[in-house]
């Protein structure tokens, strides 16, 4: 009976011993990594373009047997995990652990901001593995005016002129158009000296189609000063480009 006692105590001892010896055997190592940008792998490492953007960082963590895997990250701005993290990693098959950020703005500052991302792996053996990057933000847009119209009273006018009774409401239209969603600063100015007391602003929803910008002025009398007046009023885009673009009209009131 103790024989048979002892042999069963062994048996569960040396179960136990093997299984103990598996999981200090378990080592862990990265296969490879990958930085994207909205969304697209980045070549390089490396972005230019608007920003912000949403960064990921993806490594391909292997396991040499079945265990389970504790990490952190650390960021070169400072940030880090708030706790540890873990994920269960099968024998010999790349699992995805993955990390974002969101991060950059259109200013100086990240013109050429470089940084760094690393996976800390704590247990069942200490790795660690960085993917550092470089973002250049800028807004990358350019627009152009692809044409313009010049109305009278809600009707287009032929050769920009008019004859007839004044005062008219005029209506000056640019078909403004971005190589990408942007948004444009514009103001106007006019002959007279009038201009935009302060900058305006619109988006541009996508690329290659045009949106109109539109002013509009009250203009003219039935007197001799407006017999024959010619004037004109210019869009001038600030921001993605400079870009500028006049009417000019011809009045014949009467």
């Given at each position: ?12 001892v ?23 940008v ?9 972005y ?12 391909g ?5 079945p265990a ?5 990250f ?36 990240f013109a ?6 690393e996976?800390?792996i ?23 005016v ?9 009707q287009?006018?032929r ?8 005062p ?24 007279d000296?009038g ?31 407006f ?13 993605p480009?400079?870009v ?11």
């Open positions: 009976m103790n024989s048979k006692r002892t042999h069963c105590v062994s048996i569960l040396l179960a136990a011993l093997i299984a103990t010896a598996g999981v200090a055997s378990a080592s862990v190592r990265v296969g490879g990594s990958a930085f994207f909205n969304g697209q792998l980045a070549r390089d490492h490396q230019s373009g608007s920003c912000p953007v949403d960064l990921k960082f993806d490594w963590v292997i396991s040499s047997s389970t895997v504790t990490y952190s650390a960021r070169s701005d400072g940030g880090h995990s708030s706790h540890a993290r873990s994920v269960t990693l099968p024998a010999n098959r790349s699992v995805p652990i993955l990390e974002e950020w969101h991060l950059g703005a259109n200013t100086p500052q050429d901001f470089s940084g760094w991302v996976l800390i704590e247990s069942p053996s200490p790795v660690s593995n960085r993917i550092g990057f470089t973002v250049h933000c800028g807004n990358s847009a350019s627009v152009r692809g044409g313009s119209a010049f109305s009278v009273n809600g287009i006018a050769d920009h002129q008019y004859a007839g009774a004044c008219v409401d005029l209506t000056f239209d640019w078909g403004v158009i971005g190589t990408e969603a942007t948004p444009v600063v514009y103001s106007f100015t006019r002959s000296g201009h935009s007391s302060k900058p305006l602003t619109m988006g541009l929803p996508q690329g290659h189609r045009s949106v109109p910008i539109l002013d509009h002025w009250r203009l003219g009398a039935n007197t001799p000063q017999a024959d007046y010619s004037g004109w009023v210019e869009l001038n885009i600030e921001s480009n400079p500028a673009n006049r009417i000019g009209f011809t009045l014949h009131c009467r």
